[in-house]
């Protein structure tokens, strides 16, 4: 009978290890089986199917409909994570749908953001990417803005992002997909970087600089409205449509 006691302490001491190493939570329901998905197999798809059940079902609908759409994201499916916000918000309670604009303006600043890359307005692409980096910084934004600096020569600042996701430094780092991108981007500017040129040999318009700064600060102060954000997608949006 003691020995039975010690073995069953010992395999719950091994649970609340393997939860807290792989940042899971407990139990057998299709949230933490959509966590397991995503987390501990890297199977996102599979997860995107067992959040989706999550949601059906009522359970955990507020992180379950945050994760999906963060999940998506990651898969180059940001239209449709906008979509399942939308729909599906009305089922989340009160305190979380500040969070859950956070999620949708960091959805719909990244479309933005390469709707600007695919015009060749790098600049424009480059705030939105910052402000996207601001509101919730993780390794795959990360990539795109290096890709946007790069796109205007400016080498040295992107290669100082990428090595920042290949060292570790930013969140989703362990992600093979991330690192994977990072280091083909890291590969294609050390092939492009002119030799012997530092950032203040580049053009680059430091008055333009200053600018970002200070639209990024204005920005930051005004984080907690969140009605003025979107009105200011909108106005983006309308640019482009011209």
Request: aromatic letters at 8%; glycine letters at 4%; one cysteine or more.
């Amino acid at each position: 009978m003691e020995g039975s006691v010690c073995k069953k302490s010992s395999q719950g001491k091994k649970d609340d290890l393997y939860h807290v190493i792989h940042k899971v939570p407990y139990g057998n329901s299709p949230y933490v089986k959509a966590k397991h998905a995503q987390l501990v197999d890297k199977d996102p798809e599979a997860a995107i199917v067992l959040f989706w059940k999550a949601i059906n079902v009522g359970d955990k609908v507020d992180s379950a409909l945050k994760d999906m759409a963060v999940v998506m994201k990651q898969l180059d499916r940001s239209q449709e994570a906008i979509e399942a916000i939308k729909s599906f918000r009305g089922l989340c309670s009160k305190h979380s749908q500040e969070s859950l604009d956070n999620v949708l303006l960091d959805l719909y600043k990244g479309n933005l953001g390469w709707a600007y890359m695919q015009k060749a307005h790098y600049m424009m692409a480059e705030v939105i990417f910052k402000k996207a980096q601001m509101i919730d910084a993780d390794s795959n934004k990360a990539c795109n803005l290096s890709l946007c600096l790069m796109k205007q020569s400016r080498y040295e600042e992107a290669s100082f992002i990428l090595n920042d996701i290949l060292q570790g430094k930013l969140p989703g780092s362990d992600e093979f997909k991330s690192r994977k991108r990072a280091q083909e981007l890291l590969e294609e500017l050390n092939s492009n970087m002119p030799q012997l040129h530092s950032m203040n040999t580049l053009g680059l318009d430091d008055d333009f600089v200053k600018g970002i700064d200070e639209l990024l600060n204005a920005w930051g102060s005004n984080r907690s409205r969140r009605l003025p954000i979107f009105e200011e997608i909108s106005s983006f949006r309308d640019q482009l449509a011209c």
